[in-house]
């Protein structure tokens, strides 16, 4: 980055009193801690330095180095890769090729409700498989092994972000892989009804419930990421918000659907019925659903934007074999960016919050208030959690439409995530007043900032890659799934541990008096990853829309500023080490000269043998003269 035309670094000015002092070795220090904090104002610096020799450098200096024609004369810093990358980013042609199909966007919604259907069934029968395949363990212990085989699912997750990215950008493009995701759901949460539990199969039954949990994942880790891309890519700008929302809704209707069925499995059976063998049959449902859904799948049309850069790969191999370098894999790609790592981290920053916040809301909250803390039924837990699903669809549709009306897609989520931050906390809050009004409006407070995060966010992902569509799926798949594993899926085991250890410390006595803060600590986590999420949308992601909205500007000057205040304190720190550098000089000069004491000449000195014999000859001569005046006498 060029600095414009201006005088002399301020930290050049320490440099060159440095040099003359001839203090090398606080030369040295001062470049490293320079280029530890200041890159640019280093480089500026080491230039200036290779322009001006040691041996006229006193002449240079009298010739008023100052003048800012100086270093204009400079040869520019060379852009780094990130900045390079950063800036094909922002002048990437917009995508203009879509069509808004409706083909697409069904197999894209029907694709989610039934993958997430076949999902979110395990963990809404929880109790009742672990009961089944954890038979031996005390009650607590089977939740929690439970969701262990939930999370196990979540490792997967990522696999399969990377598996079907890699068939999604390079090979089969996203409708196919989109098919593909589909069927590999089915076989597994088929099996997953007819699995014989610990009684039949002992030790290897919860082994190959875990084995299937973990196909589910490796199909869902590719079946959002394209829906997302497909329904988007397809979709015109001034709708992505709109289509993007529905296919997240199309999720929670997976949720949904689950929950009805699952619901309405326990109203129907009796409980020794639903322990036994009735939480099978809502896995038997998902074999009737997907040939319809694979019809749907199968009338839609590819990306246009997908195409179009298949139609130009055959010419990117021709270069590529012509520079001996070959097709490396998207993931590796992506890796090998700067840039994109770097918003991959951001977006897994970002949706740290909306992810796990979904997954509480919907799947652990009936837990937490039946089985966990006993202050409703199963059954109305259930009747709740549906209530508030319609209620969540309808507020997520709406606000995805809205963010197609901001000029900027963030600013609905720069709304939303303080809310979420205030709102985890309050709807613990409000269950302890053990109302069932109280829970449902806990419920619904929480349900609508979740969901005006979640309306844009589908749209703010895929624009966050469509600069490139052979990364776009990968990009999109691995962001998502990198924050469902360390988030979402960690959820459950989280909260519940966050529970029984505010049960401890409320028996230990420490809050007997008054429980209210220890009930509160799974919505406190919620609060930090709000946090975290709310610090990545502001200072670290990029998105196109910054150039419309001049957020790339702004962003620019509070870097600029920030800088400028690094380079004074590099002058004061500069300045103050020089001049504690003379002090000290002269401090050990002055006390060269108190400690300096001229040679003196050495003061005579008796010994006792001298002065007795001094003595001696005193009174012998004094006796002599006595007895001189007695021989007178």
């Known amino acids: 980055m060029s600095y414009g035309r201006r005088s002399i670094p301020l930290s050049a000015t320490y440099s060159f009193s440095s040099v003359q002092g001839g203090s090398n070795i606080r030369l040295d220090k001062f470049d490293a801690i320079l280029q530890e904090i200041d890159p640019d104002a280093a480089f500026q610096n080491q230039m200036l330095r290779n322009q001006i020799s040691s041996d006229s450098m006193s002449d240079s200096l009298g010739k008023g ?127 997953m ?76 059976l009796r409980e020794e019925i639903m322990d036994d063998w009735g939480w099978r049959v809502p896995f038997w449902i998902s074999a009737i659903i997907a040939p319809f859904l694979y019809k749907i799948v199968h009338n839609t049309e590819e990306s246009k934007h997908w195409e179009e850069r298949t139609v130009n790969k055959e010419t990117e191999n021709i270069i590529r074999e012509s520079e001996n370098k070959s097709d490396t894999p998207a993931v590796v790609d992506l890796f090998n960016s700067p840039f994109r790592v770097r918003q991959l981290t951001g977006m897994v920053f970002l949706l740290s919050s909306m992810l796990a916040s979904f997954k509480m809301l919907f799947l652990w909250v009936p837990l937490y208030l039946s089985s966990l803390r006993g202050i409703i039924t199963e059954t109305k837990a259930g009747v709740i959690n549906i209530v508030c699903v319609i209620f969540y669809i309808i507020v997520l549709l709406c606000a995805g439409s809205l963010s197609d009306k901001f000029e900027h897609r963030m600013d609905l989520i720069r709304i939303a995530l303080p809310g979420v ?109 709000g946090l975290l999420g709310l610090w990545a949308i502001n200072f670290f992601i990029r998105h196109p829309h910054d150039i419309k909205t001049g957020e790339k500007i702004i962003r620019q000057n509070r870097k600029e500023r920030i800088r400028r205040i690094k380079r004074i304190a590099i002058d004061l720190s500069s300045s103050f080490i020089e001049s504690a550098g003379s002090f000290m000089d002269g401090a050990q000069s002055r006390r060269g000269i108190m400690l300096y004491k001229p040679p003196m000449s050495k003061a005579p000195t008796l010994d006792e043998s001298s002065f007795n014999s001094q003595e001696g000859s005193k009174i012998s001569s004094i006796g002599g003269e006595q007895q001189h005046l007695n021989a007178i006498t």
């Open 65 to 191: 180095l100052t003048n800012s024609d100086d270093y204009s004369s400079l040869p520019p810093k060379p852009k780094s890769q990130f900045k390079q990358e950063e800036e094909l980013f922002y002048n990437a042609e917009e995508n203009d090729q879509g069509s808004d199909d409706l083909w697409g966007l069904l197999s894209s919604a029907g694709g989610n409700i039934y993958e997430w259907y076949d999902f979110a069934v395990y963990g809404l029968l929880a109790s009742e498989i672990g009961s089944n395949f954890f038979p031996n363990s005390s009650e607590r212990m089977q939740l929690i092994q439970s969701f262990e085989v939930y999370f196990a699912a979540f490792l997967m997750r990522p696999v399969g972000a990377i598996v079907f990215g890699e068939l999604a950008d390079r090979y089969m493009g996203r409708k196919n892989a989109l098919i593909l995701s589909i069927v590999l759901i089915t076989l597994p949460s088929v099996l």
């Open 193 to 268: 009804g007819f699995l014989p539990g610990y009684q039949t199969l002992g030790v290897w039954a919860p082994v190959l419930l875990v084995v299937l949990r973990m196909m589910q994942g490796l199909s869902v880790g590719g079946q959002l990421a394209g829906s997302y891309v497909l329904s988007i890519e397809q979709s015109t700008a001034k709708n992505r918000g709109i289509r993007g929302a529905i296919c997240d809704a199309s999720s929670v209707g997976g949720f949904l659907c689950a929950t009805l069925v699952t619901t309405l499995t326990r109203c129907i």
């Open 421 to 529: 931050i205030i709102g985890a906390p309050v709807m613990f809050g409000l269950f302890e007043s053990e109302s069932e009004w109280g829970i449902i409006l806990a419920q619904f407070q929480f349900g609508l900032v979740v969901a005006l995060l979640q309306g844009g966010m589908a749209a703010y992902e895929v624009e966050l890659w469509m600069a490139d569509p052979s990364l776009s799926f990968t990009g999109v798949a691995i962001g998502h799934n990198l924050a469902s594993l360390l988030f979402s899926g960690t959820l459950p085991l989280v909260a519940t541990g966050l529970v029984y250890k505010g049960e401890d410390l409320i028996n230990k006595n420490h809050y007997s008096d008054d429980p209210l803060l220890p009930r509160l600590l799974p919505g406190f986590y919620i609060s930090f990853l």
